[in-house]
């Protein structure tokens, strides 16, 4: 059993070896010797980042090498927010940098849970994405048209990804597990000339076939000029309903040189889509500039990542992780590719993956580290993980609890990074660093370059103590724009409707003395009992240590001048029920780690929590439901990756309205 940790608990620091190596470190010494500024801690870097963002941008640009084919004017042509613009004057291309080793190093290491496995070299990397730009060429596609995949987590979309960047055409991704109207509901939005999809796909043992969905996307998508069939699960897929299909190993049969179109620093890169429960989701456009820059900055001077790393991160492609991930072809590292369940055919699947492949960095969400918690693994007695060096976990706060686990049964000496940021900026706001101790339940520090504070009702910064995540400067991977948002209001509503040309991002956040982060949860859930306001994330570390837990979701139906009721929703393991002394466990166990005002009004026992396609409990619109609103006014069951989930509240809803 893990040894009970508090928030705070001091859980690794790097040894003087690790310092002398780490990127961060050479950073700062390339500042000093080429800048002439000396720092001496991390905090005084930041600082510095955040305070001259011109300068620390512009570093960041020679540090790296960024390879530009003219120079650009300034770093700021604009500084306000929303609307900065970066590096005017530059032409680029985010592929050409992905693209710049080309030898026989492994680029993507891939297997999925069937036991298939591929290696591809950069070289071999190179030839496939410029005989794919050319097939993607010879079909029209052009720069600023968009290029659509319906594509698992496997080399065929990392190598159509970076044609369509070569291109200078669009990107935008959706994963298979997505049905068609979710993924019709994304890309009719952009309107794409290409459609590349699969013919299915295998997870937790069991395959699924997606030529009916895929052909149901084509007529759905009157822009397309041609589709494009992978065919993973068969050597030769059926058609089915699809039309005009090209097999994609035919555009692997160009014997052509790859070209780089030059672009402007702000031109698309690709279409990311918000986990939003209502509305179409939200198309966010990012920058081939703006997302070169920061994940050149993020992978190596947080992550300490170097081209001998083999990066690896849990995803699909419809999770901007995946992005993320890609990103590392950027230092000419090997990025590792997984298809499939993560708990196939055991929960060891994973830290199995990191034996035989020799993973060096792991990335993982906290719900997997407390599902292995929970599951009594022990990752680093029954595998080899000498060459884990680092591990990153994100999705939602990982309580200080997981960060013990991590120390105590996985390995004690790495870098556990508990990151937040999301898809709206495809980074972290706050992230790890390779120079600083990892203390339990925190996030070790603010991004360099990102002015991260946290607010109080009145707009002011506020330390040690929890308020509203803004960012108060612009930072070069935010969106250009929401695609069809033609006035911008809905970005404006989006991230700048509570604090004038501030961004908001939805989560609660302290700032300790140290320089790190606590994220509390998403603040528009927040639990307000008796004047006392706690986030979600607090409340859920406390049931997650119940054995009989599966799975939790936690509402407070307050409103203002309204203290309505705190329910607690329990989805039970096997053979377990909700029992009188199950109740009495959990109510004591509440009071006593948070405080008598947080033991639930009434416990229910639900089939499941729902959730968003990226994994996030839907907490508001559970609440709204909850208080009278139309379920159609509140979730779109689309965004949902488990929609009869609501039926559930929804009945609820209408029995106590009923007084039943």
């Known amino acids: 059993m893990t040894n009970k940790v508090t928030e705070g608990t001091l859980l690794w620091e790097p040894s003087a070896e690790q310092l002398a190596d780490a990127n961060l470190t050479r950073y700062m010494g390339w500042l000093k010797d080429k800048c002439g500024l000396d720092f001496t801690s991390y905090d005084a870097l930041w600082q510095w980042s955040v305070t001259d963002l011109e300068g620390f941008w512009a570093s960041v640009w020679d540090f790296f090498g960024v390879k530009s084919h003219t120079p650009y004017s300034k770093v700021l042509g604009q500084r306000t927010m929303p609307g900065a613009q970066w590096f005017p004057g530059a032409q680029l291309n985010h592929a050409e940098h992905a693209l710049s080793r080309n030898d026989d190093h492994p680029a993507i290491e891939f297997c999925n849970e069937s036991g298939d496995a591929r290696t591809l070299t950069y070289a071999e990397l190179n030839r496939q994405v410029a005989s794919v730009a050319t097939g993607l060429r010879g079909m029209g596609v052009v720069k600023g048209d968009r290029v659509a995949a319906y594509l698992p987590n496997i080399p065929e979309a990392v190598v159509a990804f970076l044609a369509t960047a070569s291109i200078g055409a669009v990107w935008?991704?959706?994963?298979?597990?997505?049905?068609?109207?979710?993924?019709?509901?994304?890309?009719?939005?952009?309107?794409?000339?290409?459609?590349?999809?699969?013919?299915?796909?295998?997870?937790?043992?069991?395959?699924?076939?997606?030529?009916?969905?895929?052909?149901?996307?084509?007529?759905?998508?009157?822009?397309?000029?041609?589709?494009?069939?992978?065919?993973?699960?068969?050597?030769?897929?059926?058609?089915?309903?699809?039309?005009?299909?090209?097999?994609?190993?035919?555009?692997?049969?160009?014997?052509?040189?790859?070209v780089f179109?030059?672009?402007?620093?702000?031109?698309?890169?690709?279409?990311?889509?918000?986990?939003?429960?209502?509305?179409?989701?939200?198309?966010?456009?990012?920058?081939?500039?703006?997302?070169?820059?920061?994940?050149?900055?993020?992978?190596?001077?947080?992550?300490?990542?170097?081209?001998?790393?083999?990066?690896?991160?849990?995803?699909?492609?419809?999770?901007?992780?995946?992005?993320?991930?890609?990103?590392?072809?950027?230092?000419?590292?090997?990025?590792?590719?997984?298809?499939?369940?993560?708990?196939?055919?055991?929960?060891?699947?994973?830290?199995?993956?990191?034996?035989?492949?020799?993973?060096?960095?792991?990335?993982?969400?906290?719900?997997?580290?407390?599902?292995?918690?929970?599951?009594?693994?022990?990752?680093?007695?029954?595998?080899?993980?000498?060459?884990?060096?680092?591990?990153?976990?994100?999705?939602?706060?990982?309580?200080?609890?997981?960060?013990?686990?991590?120390?105590?049964?996985?390995?004690?000496?790495?870098?556990?990074?508990?990151?937040?940021?999301?898809?709206?900026?495809?980074?972290?706001?706050?992230?790890?660093?390779?120079?600083?101790?990892?203390?339990?339940g925190e996030l070790q520090c603010r991004g360099l370059g990102t002015a991260m504070q946290a607010f109080d009702e009145s707009g002011s910064p506020v330390s040690g103590e929890v308020g509203e995540l803004v960012v108060t400067k612009p930072m070069p991977s935010m969106p250009l724009y929401l695609w069809g948002d033609e006035d911008g209001s809905r970005y404006l509503d989006s991230y700048f409707n509570v604090y004038s040309g501030v961004w908001r991002h939805g989560d609660w956040l302290k700032v300790t003395e140290r320089g790190s982060c606590i994220i509390y949860g998403r603040s528009?859930?927040?639990?307000?009992?008796?004047?006392?306001?706690?986030?979600?994330?607090?409340?859920?570390?406390?049931?997650?240590?119940?054995?009989?837990?599966?799975?939790?979701?936690?509402?407070?139906?307050?409103?203002?001048?309204?203290?309505?009721?705190?329910?607690?929703?329990?989805?039970?393991?096997?053979?377990?029920?909700?029992?009188?002394?199950?109740?009495?466990?959990?109510?004591?166990?509440?009071?006593?780690a948070l405080s008598p005002r947080h033991v639930p009004d009434e416990v229910y026992a639900v089939p499941e929590v729902p959730r968003t396609l990226?994994?996030?409990?839907?907490?508001?619109?559970?609440?709204?439901?909850?208080?009278?609103?139309?379920?159609?006014?509140?979730?779109?069951?689309?965004?949902?990756?488990?929609?009869?989930?609501?039926k559930y509240f929804v009945d609820l809803a209408h029995q106590e309205a009923l007084g039943a």
């Not at 597990?177 to 794409?192: K, L, S």
């Not at 969905?213 to 089915?240: C, K």
């Not at 839907?618 to 909850?626: A, N």
């Open 172 to 258: 935008s991704s959706c994963s298979p597990d997505f049905g068609a109207r979710n993924v019709i509901d994304r890309f009719q939005q952009i309107e794409p000339t290409v459609l590349i999809t699969m013919d299915g796909y295998r997870y937790n043992g069991k395959v699924f076939d997606r030529m009916e969905a895929s052909a149901e996307i084509q007529r759905s998508l009157p822009t397309l000029n041609a589709t494009v069939l992978v065919s993973y699960l068969h050597d030769d897929a059926p058609l089915g309903g699809l039309k005009g299909v090209i097999p994609w190993n035919d555009l692997l049969e160009n014997d052509t040189p790859l």
């Open 261 to 440: 179109e030059p672009v402007p620093f702000d031109h698309p890169l690709w279409v990311l889509y918000s986990s939003g429960t209502t509305g179409a989701p939200k198309a966010i456009v990012q920058s081939q500039g703006g997302i070169l820059i920061e994940h050149l900055k993020a992978l190596s001077l947080h992550l300490d990542l170097t081209a001998d790393d083999r990066f690896f991160w849990f995803t699909t492609t419809g999770w901007m992780m995946w992005n993320f991930l890609v990103g590392g072809l950027l230092h000419g590292m090997t990025i590792v590719l997984y298809d499939g369940s993560p708990a196939y055919p055991d929960m060891k699947a994973m830290w199995r993956l990191v034996e035989e492949t020799g993973i060096t960095y792991f990335g993982t969400s906290a719900p997997f580290l407390a599902a292995c918690m929970k599951a009594g693994i022990e990752p680093g007695r029954d595998f080899d993980l000498s060459a884990l060096r680092g591990i990153g976990s994100t999705a939602s706060p990982l309580p200080p609890e997981g960060f013990a686990w991590v120390y105590e049964h996985v390995k004690r000496d790495l870098l556990l990074g508990s990151t937040s940021g999301g898809t709206d900026i495809c980074t972290s706001l706050a992230f790890s660093c390779p120079i600083l101790p990892v203390h339990a």
């Open 524 to 592: 528009d859930s927040t639990l307000n009992r008796g004047g006392v306001r706690m986030g979600t994330s607090e409340f859920y570390s406390v049931i997650d240590e119940l054995p009989e837990v599966v799975d939790s979701l936690v509402v407070d139906t307050s409103s203002l001048g309204n203290e309505g009721k705190l329910l607690l929703f329990l989805v039970l393991g096997e053979g377990a029920t909700l029992d009188d002394e199950l109740t009495t466990k959990l109510k004591t166990r509440l009071r006593s």
């Open 614 to 646: 990226n994994g996030k409990k839907v907490e508001v619109p559970v609440k709204r439901i909850l208080l009278g609103e139309s379920p159609d006014a509140v979730v779109t069951p689309s965004s949902l990756a488990n929609p009869d989930s609501i």
